[in-house]
């Protein structure tokens, strides 16, 4: 997950219209009904890709709340770092790192209450 997250830091670095856009209030208010739809098309992409590098062991309804939080409040930090820094304030990108290694790792944890859903190979790679 934290490479995912890198991706998209260095894709706000490196094109600079993307950040704008992703975070443009007019733009993002004129969609706001098609907003959650795209979100989980979004999310179940991420969790079949995932599924088939054996990250997760399955993708179903709890997994998928769990992206949502863990997205939503990656989106929100990101663009917090972009507002701070125009290159990504490095302090921000740090913390922001540092969540998904906890969210990671509470999933990895719930799914010993729940059914496996987590591979244990994403531990490794959430670090």
Same mark, same amino acid.
């Given at each position: 997950?934290?490479?995912?997250?890198?991706?998209?830091?260095?894709?706000?670095?490196?094109?600079?219209?993307?950040?704008?856009?992703?975070?443009?209030?007019?733009?993002?208010?004129?969609?706001?009904?098609? =907003?959650? $739809?795209? /979100?989980? &098309? @979004? !999310?179940?992409?991420?969790?079949?890709? %995932?599924?088939? #590098?054996?990250?997760?062991?399955?993708?179903?309804? =709890?997994? $998928?709340? /769990?992206? &949502? @939080? !863990?997205?939503?409040?990656?989106?929100? %930090?990101?663009? #917090?770092?972009?507002?701070?820094?125009?290159?990504?304030?490095?302090?921000?990108?740090?913390?922001?790192?540092?969540?998904?290694?906890?969210?990671?790792?509470?999933?990895?944890?719930?799914?010993?209450?729940?059914?496996?859903?987590?591979?244990?190979?994403?531990?490794?790679?959430?670090?």
């Amino acid at each position: 997950m934290v490479a995912v997250f890198d991706e998209f830091v260095g894709y706000f670095r490196t094109e600079p219209g993307f950040c704008r856009l992703w975070y443009n209030p007019a733009y993002f208010v004129s969609i706001k009904t098609r =907003e959650r $739809e795209a /979100d989980l &098309i @979004v !999310l179940r992409l991420l969790g079949r890709k %995932l599924t088939k #590098l054996g990250l997760l062991d399955t993708f179903d309804v =709890e997994v $998928e709340f /769990d992206m &949502i @939080v !863990l997205f939503s409040q990656l989106e929100a %930090l990101l663009g #917090l770092a972009f507002r701070v820094d125009p290159h990504g304030d490095p302090k921000t990108l740090d913390k922001t790192r540092e969540i998904i290694r906890m969210q990671t790792a509470l999933m990895v944890t719930a799914a010993g209450h729940r059914k496996p859903r987590v591979a244990s190979r994403a531990v490794a790679v959430a670090g």
